[in-house]
């Protein structure tokens, strides 16, 4: 499985759009072809999102909680240890910089296992 971190705005739209790049994404992710990665920051984020007027009507709430469901089934959780503040334009985002970055440290390190 290929790691992938989605943001909040790629599941909305996935879930939001009946095609295109953000429900190919949800879709992989969900048929295991992706696998996400989840740290605590985003996991939080995903759940403040569950409750904000950003869904329209396409998906019902309990829809929503049985896809982040899945995704939590097929995801890898990432503690991130060390915090890099790559500071991009949004704020608020960096956390997924510095999950991205734990991972591949983390990678590197088993690749120079013996």
Sequence with gaps: MIPVVID???LVAGLRSGGG???AVVRRALGGRLQPLFGNALWMEYQDLLGRPVWGDVTTADERHEVLAALARQARWVTVYDGW???LPDEGDNH???LALAVLDR???ADAQP
Excluded: G, M
Aim: aromatic residues 0%; without cysteine; glycine residues 0%.
């Design 8 to 10: 909040t705005n790629v």
């Design 85 to 87: 503040r790559p500071n």
């Design 96 to 98: 997924l910089i510095e």
């Design 107 to 109: 990678l590197d390190a």
């Design 21 to 23: 790049a953000s429900r």
